[in-house]
């Protein structure tokens, strides 16, 4: 898979939907020169085993503006400064997790347009136990006064 993806010196978008986390596909994408990366599987939502593999992945795309990924629960990445377009579709993610993501997006150090959907609960032992939405909304205010992120779409969804 690597010598197919670096074989493709002109790609500008990439959007792959992957059966399962492998450490192939990311080591795949590691230094490509695209611009846009959409990552989902075949389901739908990704289910990540590799967050580390994944984060030096995402660092190393020096050319990255837009990025897109379907999760089926969050994972702790570093976005790359060249970041202009971040869209994160999670189907759980707690309070705490949001909040590192506000973190994460505070050290852009470039406005970064962001679209976040995600579902207000947990998942434990295939089981999806709800979170009051009130919970998220101190949050999404402190993501507001951000200077580096210009929020264009925040959704929670109720499961």
């Known amino acids: 898979m690597s010598q197919s ?23 795949a994408l590691h230094g490509l020169n ?16 590799h967050a580390e593999t994944i984060e030096h992945s995402l660092s190393s795309l020096k050319q990255l503006e837009k990025l897109s990924i379907f999760l089926r629960t969050n ?29 994460t997006l505070s050290a852009c150090t470039r406005t970064v347009e962001s679209r976040l959907e995600f579902g207000c609960a947990s998942f434990n032992d295939a089981r999806v136990k709800s ?11 402190e993501l507001g006064t951000l200077n580096t992120v210009a929020v264009k779409r925040f959704q929670i969804l109720h499961r």
């Not at 189907?91 to 973190?103: I, K, Q, R």
């Open 5 to 27: 993806l670096s074989s493709l010196t002109h790609l500008d978008t990439l959007s792959i939907e992957v059966d399962d986390d492998s450490l192939d596909l990311w080591e």
């Open 34 to 49: 695209i611009k846009s990366l959409i990552l989902s599987d075949r389901h739908g939502y990704l289910n990540v085993k």
């Open 75 to 103: 994972i702790d990445i570093k976005l790359p400064q060249t970041l202009k377009y971040l869209n994160i579709y999670c189907v759980t993610l707690l309070p705490s997790e949001l909040h590192e993501l506000v973190g």
């Open 131 to 141: 979170i009051p939405s009130e919970e998220y909304i101190s949050i999404q205010q």
